[in-house]
């Protein structure tokens, strides 16, 4: 009746005796748990990386790490030699200026103008890049050749394309600016001062025919000027009128056939 009085009967306090034991059963096994845990951890070895080689038996024991090597480094350049050791510069900038002269703004887009230079290109050099294959390339997967022989075997075709483009009159500024004295062979001149003056020639050359190109297109639009201006039409712009008959010149003069035959007949 104590109990009663006070407000707790006997099954509470049967309860408070019957569940006073769970607090210390959880923090007992969590403690057991952690130390197996770190027991398990310890027992268990650091992870280890290893790396192995094979073909350390061989003549050449780093070829396929080599290989590796160089396939990365060319895909890396890749860009910067479709660019300054190919026909790409001259095509593309050519395309550019016809784009321009006829005052199209974006057609052809830009991934036209760029996938057809590329194809134009891969045209132009096919036979540097077949010579390649056959004295550099297949050699050299065939292990015919080391990797110094079959890089300067595949130097020669692009090094005689270059020559067959370079002006003389830049390949001595660059010479002369290299201090290299005059060479006994054009087979002489080192790389780093081959390739920047084919990439000057290259774009005298762009220039000169996207000269030639502008100069019909310029005349259309001085007299389609000339016209609205004497027939007192000044703020209409002569651009409207003139590129329907641009286009119109252009696809009857075949300009597509005859711009890219120049491009090709400008490479031999």
Do not use: C
């Amino acid at each position: 009746m104590k109990t009663m009085a006070h407000g707790a009967s006997p099954f509470r306090i049967w309860l408070r005796v019957r569940w006073s034991w769970l607090p210390g059963a959880v923090l007992s096994a969590w403690t057991a748990l952690g130390m197996n845990a770190v027991a398990l951890a310890q027992s268990i070895a650091d992870p280890a990386l290893t790396l192995q080689l094979s073909g350390m038996e061989e003549k050449e024991p780093w070829t396929i790490g080599i290989r590796i090597l160089v396939l990365l480094t060319i895909l890396t350049l890749a860009p910067a030699l479709l660019v300054l050791l190919t026909s790409f510069t001259r095509v593309v900038i050519v395309l550019g200026l016809l784009r321009q002269a006829m005052g199209t703004l974006h057609a052809p887009p830009n991934q036209v103008i760029i996938g057809l230079a590329l194809f134009l290109t891969v045209f132009i050099m096919m036979p540097v890049w077949e010579d390649i294959r056959v004295n550099a390339i297949t050699p050299y997967l065939e292990d015919r050749l080391t990797q110094e022989r079959a890089l300067e075997r595949a130097i020669v075709p692009v090094r005689a394309f270059m020559l067959r483009q370079v002006r003389e009159k830049d390949l001595a500024l660059f010479v002369d600016m290299a201090r290299l004295g005059q060479p006994a062979t054009p087979q002489d001149v080192p790389l780093h001062v081959l390739i920047p003056a084919f990439v000057t020639s290259e774009l005298r050359t762009a220039f000169q025919i996207g000269f030639l190109i502008y100069v019909p297109f310029l005349v259309i639009d001085m007299i389609i000027a000339s016209i609205l201006m004497s027939m007192g039409m000044m703020l209409l712009p002569p651009v409207m009128i003139s590129l329907p008959f641009k286009l119109v010149l252009f696809v009857l003069a075949d300009g597509w056939f005859l711009i890219v035959g120049s491009l090709m007949q400008s490479f031999r």
